[in-house]
């Protein structure tokens, strides 16, 4: 049996404050890492076999605040979706500056692609890769330490979801996604969302 956790990073200026981040290498926040020092509540006591990380600041620095003596596999896969020109701006102003663009994201989410960044499509195909190599780990627990969209893409595919249920499902920063899979049988066994410090 293996147990994957999935740990979306703390909270940052730019969860504070509204704005997509996507591949801007933003740090936690002090809320942020209040938070995570909450969610280590909900991590098992006695270790991972591996812990994988998304190369991003954010990741990196809510890694060592969970698990500070073990050793991390930084893996791209896990980078959450670049939002190219959009990063850096709110919901508001990416509604005022890109009237068709958000018109065709309502219309395709999936496989909507923001102005210089990548669909979620994208994200879901080198996610998907990854889960797959991470099935041939052996049986034991694994932490993912990574972003909302790269967690929203492992539901859609572990869970057959279309993409827009996703956001039915709070993810808040901190959060911790307990996923079971025993002889090829995937289970989600719970969602901990962390309340903010």
Not at 117 to 140: D, H, N, T, Y
């Amino acid at each position: 049996m293996r147990e994957i956790y999935l740990l979306r990073h703390g909270d940052t200026h730019a969860t504070e404050n509204g704005y997509y981040a996507g591949w801007m290498d933003v740090p936690l926040s002090e809320g942020g890492r209040r938070r995570v020092e909450k969610s280590r509540e909900f991590l098992p006591r006695n270790g991972f076999q591996k812990v994988f990380v998304s190369p991003l600041r954010r990741t990196l620095e809510t890694a060592r605040i969970v698990v500070p003596d073990m050793p991390m596999e930084i893996r791209e896969e896990l980078r959450e979706r670049s939002f190219g020109s959009w990063e850096g701006k709110g919901w508001k102003e990416i509604e005022a500056g890109f009237p068709e663009e958000m018109v065709e994201w309502r219309k395709d989410p999936l496989r909507f692609t923001p102005p210089g960044g990548e669909s979620f499509q994208v994200v879901l195909e080198r996610v998907v890769a990854f889960w797959e190599k991470l099935r041939q780990e052996p049986e034991g627990s694994y932490l993912l330490v990574t972003h909302g969209g790269v967690i929203r893409s492992l539901l859609v595919h572990l869970l057959r979801m279309d993409f827009a249920s996703t956001f039915h499902v709070l993810l808040d920063p901190g959060v911790v996604v307990r996923i079971r899979e025993e002889q090829g049988f995937t289970q989600l066994v719970s969602i901990m969302n962390i309340e903010g410090a």
